[in-house]
C-alpha cells in the first residue's frame, strides 16, 4: 500500500468514526475527550477579539505548513 492509498483509508476511517458524533454540541464532544470546559467567546470584548485573531493566525501557519509538507 503506498502513501496515497494508506492516507485515503484513514480519511475513510475518521469518517466513519465522526459519523456517530454529527449534531453533538462541540462543547460536549471537548468535554468528554479533553475533560475541559468550552468557554463562550465574546467578540465585543477586546480581548476575546485580540486571542480569536491569534488563534485565526496560528491556525493559518499550520495550514500553510502542512500544505507545504503534503506538496
Known amino acids: 500500500m503506498d502513501e496515497h492509498q494508506r492516507i485515503e483509508v484513514l480519511e475513510n ?7 456517530p458524533v454529527r449534531g453533538i454540541p462541540f462543547y460536549v464532544i ?16 477586546p480581548s476575546d477579539a485580540r486571542l480569536l ?7 493559518q501557519l499550520c495550514a500553510q505548513e502542512l ?5
Not at 30 to 42: H, L, M, T
Not at 67 to 71: D, K
Open 13 to 19: 476511517a475518521l469518517a466513519q468514526m465522526l459519523k
Open 30 to 45: 471537548v468535554k468528554s475527550i479533553a475533560e475541559q470546559k468550552v468557554i463562550k467567546f465574546d467578540k465585543e470584548n
Open 53 to 59: 485573531e491569534r488563534l485565526q493566525a496560528a491556525i
Open 67 to 71: 500544505y507545504a509538507a503534503v506538496q
